[in-house]
Structures are given as C-alpha cells and as structure tokens.
C-alpha cells in the first residue's frame, strides 16, 4: 500500500520549519559578535553528533512514539513519561510566547497601538487557529509546511541582502574583528546559549513521520543532512545580518528580526509589512508542524500508560486532539494571565521557561541511546552512528553535558547579581514548579494503569 505522499523534498522543507525558529533568532544574535564562535562550536559539538543520533533512533525504532520510545525503551516507562510531560508541556508554553509575539508584530506591521483587550483576542485566535490546523493529519497539512519554509528562506534571504549591502556601503552595527569575535565565558553570555541549542531541535519530529514516508530509512538520514546543512547556513546568515544592523546591547530578544529591518531599510515601508505578513506565517505555521510531532508522542504515552488517558483521546480520523485541546487550554490560561505578570517582555518570560523545559527532556535521549546500543547490540539499525567505543561516548556524552551547563546557566543566577536573581529565579522557580507537577502527573498515570491491568 503506498504511502500518503510525505517524501524526500517535504521532509527537508519540515526540517526547516521545525527547526529553523525565525523568531529566536534575535535572542541568539543578542550574545554579540562572539555569537559566530558559539553557533559553528555548537554545530560541531551539538548539532552533528544530536543529528546523527536522532538518525539512528529514528531509523531503528519507527513507531509513533518518537523520543518517548526511545527513552522508555532504554529506562523504562515512568522515565518515558516523564521525558513526554517534558516534551508536551513545553509546547503550551512556547504557543503562549509566539501568541503575544504574533499580537506584537501585528501592532508593529500595522502601525496600532492595541489595548489589552485588542491584543488578548488576537493572541486566542492565534491559539486556537494553531490548535485546529494541528489536528489535521500531516497529509492535508504539508502544504502549510512546504510554504512556511520558502516563507523562512524568503525572510533570510531579504535579511541577508540588505546586510551585506549595508555592510558594504554604510558599515556594521557591532565590531566583527579581532577579540570580539572570541567567546565571552560570562554568565550573561553563557545564559543565552540554550537559545542557540533550542535553535538546533526538531529533527525527531521529522522522524516520528516516518509512518507517512516512502522510505523512512533512506529519507529521515538524508532529510537531517540536507535540512542540517540548509539550517546552518540560514542560521548564519541571519545572526550576521542582524549584527550589521542593531548593537547587541540594544537588541530586543522579542522584535530585534523586525527591528532591522526597519533599521537596514531606513524606515517602515511596505517590504517591511511583507516580511512581517511573512513573520506572522511562520509563528503560525511552525507551532502546526511542531503540534504533529508533540500531540503525536503525547497521544502514544498516553495509550501507554505513562500520561494520563485525556492526552490519547483521537478523532474519527485517529488524530490526537485530546493533546491539541490541552495545548488550547493551557496555552489560553498563559496568555490571560499573561498582562499581570510583573515582567517587561512576556514573550521572553514565556520563550525562556518553554526553552528550559525542551531541553530538559532532551538530556533523557542521548543516555538513551547509548544504553540502547548496550542492550540491544544485534537490533537492525538502517542507519548507524560509526565509529570506535571513544567515538560514541563523545557523541553521546559532549552534546549531553552541553545541554545540562546551558540549562543551569539559564536558570541559575549564578553570580548573584540584582539583574540575574530577577531575570532568572522566575525561570527556576518555572522550571522546578513543571518538574514536580509533571512527577504528580506520571505517577497518576502508572497506578492508574496498574489498576486497568489488575482489573483486566
């Protein structure tokens, strides 16, 4: 029976769409110019080795589950359950931040000053359009994907041009010579490095499509090497023109894409209301691709036991919108409360917390896969990771102890300062109060499977 048309070429424009995130671009260029430095060390010693490793697990362990297999399949099913809670409950969250960001681009683009009311409705309707389209099967939403992603290379690709011509002809907004190219080791640099390894996630949702592919052992290992490298440079490009065009210092983590624009071309124009028409596209369109990987994973813990039943309720269409629901839910919660919230830029507040959450559940998936080459050494793997023993410990281990010191430079105000304790113990406290809700949660979960297999 064929497939459902997911080929080699939607693949590689999913990539896109999942992981390049247009929007967390200016929080990344906001480290300076020694941002170069980080983004080519964390490809090598981040992107490369979590490519390859999302490969082979994901060529060798094709069902639905994604990740959560994966962990599961390695630690058991409590430490699945607590990796998807991880997984799904950053999702809300970052649909939270781009619905204020959405609202804020709209003002922008615009030129309206909206109330707090005006804004709150525009950010629902954001919610809850991301939350229909992401119920869609991945068949009849492909087409949001594949123009999402000449969206993106579009706004790059205009970002990129009128960098370099600025460059060229007016200079450069930071200096690019010399020591400041060097890596600056403080916290407030350091902090902002899980910004660029979020920047680098996604590649597992592109695996758990294998189902819908003609050939997923071929095409998931092919999609992250051309995906990757299109990724890299895009990424590259961007960060290069945004520094052409604002001081680090004054770049704002929530408008800074928009903001040069503006700054490149002079003033606002109708390109620049085209490339925020463009913006506004993407925000949408990356939560729906996002939404076939999350709800899809989230609906397979459930019906496995380790979240609760709410997250595996399906459709006719055997759609996991049980998730999707949930998503709306919580996602609308965060955005009503969102103008209460003693804070300056919510779409940061929000973005952070979401940024630690994911990364955290990606610190189960590299033990994973090492403890599943050690328990199962004869499983067929159509693709997998060479090299010595050395070799895949530094695979498995360097992109490990990166995410762990990029989340606690994020979370913990290590030096003490006014500036740190209050930019960063909100996310702490954020990030302890998801851990322990998220344990009540698995618990819940396992005894009430428990009891379903004692009374069958």
Partial sequence: ??????????????????????????????????????????????????????????????GDGGLYDWVKEAFGTRWGGRLAWLYWINYPIWM?????????????????????????????????LVVILGNKPVAESKFIIDLAAFAKIFIIASLTCLGIYVAATKGVANDLSGANLLPHLNGSSLSNLSVIIFNFL?????????????????????????????????????????GVAIPAAKLSPSSGLLDSFILLLGKMNWFVILIGVFFLYTLASEMVSWALGVNIVSDYAAKDGALPQIFGKEDKNKMPVGTGYLNGIVATILV??????????????????????LLLSYTLMFPAFIKLRQLQP???????????????????WVPELLLITTII?????????????????????????????GEVI???????????????
């Fill in 442 to 456: 698995v618990r819940f979960a396992e005894k009430r499977a428990q009891r379903s297999v004692k009374k069958g």
């Fill in 409 to 437: 430079m994020t979370i913990v105000p290590l030096n003490g300062s006014h500036a740190e304790i209050t930019s960063k113990l909100p996310i702490l406290i954020g990030t302890i109060i998801t851990i322990i809700l």
């Fill in 96 to 128: 939270a931040s781009l619905a204020v960001l959405f609202s804020q681009v709209i003002g922008t683009i615009f030129q309206m000053k909206l109330s707090i009311w005006g804004s709150m409705l525009i950010q629902l309707a954001f919610v809850w």
């Fill in 202 to 242: 996604g590649f597992e949702v592109v695996a758990t499509m294998s189902g819908n592919m003609d050939n997923p052992q071929k095409q998931i290992p092919k999609a992250m090497i051309f995906g990757g490298v299109l990724i890299a440079l895009l990424y590259l490009l961007a960060a290069f023109s945004m």
């Fill in 1 to 62: 029976m064929k497939k459902k048309g997911f080929h080699l070429f939607d693949a590689v424009l999913m990539s896109v769409v999942v992981i390049m995130v247009v929007e967390s671009a200016a929080p990344a260029a906001a480290i300076g110019p020694s941002q170069f430095f980080w983004w080519i060390f964390l490809l090598v010693f981040f992107f490369l080795p979590y490519g390859l490793i999302s490969s082979e697990l994901g060529t060798t362990y094709t």
């Fill in 336 to 357: 009503i409360i969102a103008p209460f919230i003693p804070n300056q830029d919510i779409f940061w507040a929000f973005f952070s917390l979401n940024v630690v959450a």
């Fill in 378 to 396: 004869e499983k067929k793997r159509p693709f997998k990771v060479s090299g010595n023993k050395l070799m895949i410990n530094l695979v498995t």
